[in-house]
């Protein structure tokens, strides 16, 4: 993924030309949940969506893996509990 255009080089229509900025710009969710089963039966779907995928690239060294920080975050209830701490804030 190094060779992605440069848009201080490069114009943007010959940046979307580029095959490796077109596949990252072509992948859709199908692919990812094709790749993830346990994402497309996960109950919390859909709020994580399978995670970022620059996070999931990151974590995992698959672009199409799902993300395991958003993972953790949806399944290891710690979005519920910071919800939980900044209503508790907010009423202070
Ligand atoms: S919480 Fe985990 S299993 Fe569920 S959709 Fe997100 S990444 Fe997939």
Redo the contacts with the bound molecule.
Sequence with gaps: MSELPNLLEKGFAEALMNPRLRYLLDIKKGDILAR?P??AN?Q??KD????CRTSALIGSGNILA??PI??QL??GGYKRRFMEIALAWERR
């Design positions: 993830n346990e994402c996960c919390v779907f994580c969506g399978t995670g799902k993300d958003a993972c949806w399944k």
